[in-house]
């Protein structure tokens, strides 16, 4: 039986929430206009913070309270309920795969958006500022209160550092309930996070000339002797686990024996069981390279390897038959939707590691080409996504 305050279907008679709903739909067309032109705005790696002060001048035009900015560069608005409690946070995260100086300039073709970011998570952001805004049109009052966050760190070596911050720090034991909004169709609903660890494996030896030092172990020879090691490992397709040797390098010349080389590498899978076993493996195949490596040269200028952890994202699950799941997906079904459940690697995987409530919800639209240059964003009845959002979010506080 849901646990929601509300039955999201019955949300639908309510005169503030069909107003709230109507201005999503109305509104698509600038929310359109504020995609492209968040996206346009770079926030490569570690360096959200232009977009990040561009969400909080538009939390603080859109009304919200206690806009601020975290020591890591969340940006955080608050729209109070009656009480403090529930207490939900939706959140999209700011940064970017793309390097600095990548053009992110959007195109746009009739219902077409392209660029990079355009959807991860240009989609998120303004889906987001969709649901802020028709709220307020709407004039929808809640007994919960929502907090809204723009986060850092959600791609790549960020490291969820955003998030994992935000439940340690900044609103720690504050958060009853998680959405996060990411592109998709609005009937997407992540309920299980992929956990992942991610290394940064550096072999070093003392190195020399390629002719005059010849017979001496060498870093690069290591490396690739892990790697095809590696390529080896064994891994069980349910739960779907994976490795990626993704980054190499190393060395300074055709005719040098290197004195250092690395290489770095991403395993994941929906259970810390399984992930943990493919870890086990990879050390496995990296204390061979390296033995393997040192005894063809009998030990002259052996090498030697330090493994350094650079990423970890816990796994996590919130069942299906939680409220919060059962919520989203009944929120989909009252704006005619279906809702699609399955696992993804999210900001979500935090609290649901943690135990707390979580979904990552679809922004609406159609997304392709993520992490490429050639990203697109077809946005065909893109308001479906926040409408859902929308009714998810006033169902858990209302």
Do not use: C
């Amino acid at each position: 039986m849901m646990s929601a305050s509300v039955e999201p279907k019955s949300l639908l008679s309510d005169p503030t929430i069909k107003a709230a709903l109507a201005a999503i739909e109305r509104n698509e067309p600038e929310t359109l206009n504020e995609q492209a032109r968040i996206t346009e705005i770079p926030a490569p790696p570690f360096a959200e913070t232009v977009r990040g002060l561009e969400l909080k001048r538009l939390f603080e035009k859109l009304g919200l309270k206690d806009v601020r900015i975290d020591k890591v560069g969340n940006v955080i608005g608050v729209r109070p309920g009656a009480l403090a409690k529930p207490s939900v946070v939706v959140a999209a995260h700011l940064d970017t795969v793309f390097p600095e100086g990548t053009d992110v300039r959007v195109k746009r073709d009739g219902k077409m958006l392209r660029g990079p970011g355009i959807g991860d998570d240009g989609r998120g952001l303004a889906a987001m500022l969709s649901v802020i805004r028709a709220l307020d049109e709407g004039g929808v009052k809640t007994t919960g209160t929502i907090t809204f966050v723009a986060d850092v760190g959600e791609e790549g070596l960020g490291d969820l550092r955003g998030v994992k911050a935000l439940f340690n720090d900044t609103l720690k034991g504050n958060i009853d309930s998680f959405i996060s909004i990411e592109p998709g169709s609005p009937g997407r609903i992540i309920n299980a996070g992929v956990g992942s660890y991610r290394y940064r494996v550096t072999f070093k030896g003392p190195g020399g000339h390629s002719y005059g030092a010849f017979g001496m172990a060498n870093p690069i020879h290591a490396l690739g002797r892990a790697i095809a090691k590696i390529g080896d490992i064994k891994v069980p397709a349910a739960p779907k686990t994976t490795f990626n040797v993704g980054r190499i390098n190393g060395g300074t010349s055709v005719n040098s024996i290197a004195f250092e080389s690395w290489f770095e590498v991403d395993m994941r899978s929906e259970t810390m069981v399984a992930l943990d076993a493919v870890k086990e493996q990879f050390n496995a195949a990296v204390a061979d390279a390296v033995k393997v490596e040192n005894a063809r040269w009998n030990n002259r200028g052996a090498v030697t390897v330090d493994i350094d952890l650079v990423g970890l994202r816990p796994a996590g699950l919130t069942p299906e038959d939680s409220a919060i799941v059962k919520t989203a997906g009944a929120s989909v079904v009252a704006i005619g939707g279906i809702p699609s459940y399955g696992a993804g690697s999210t900001d979500s995987n935090v609290p649901m590691q943690l135990g707390i409530p979580a979904v990552t919800l679809g922004g609406g639209g159609v997304a392709s080409g993520a992490h490429s240059l050639t990203e697109a964003f077809d946005s065909t009845d893109s308001h479906l996504g926040p409408q859902a959002v929308l009714l998810t979010v006033v169902a858990l506080v209302r």
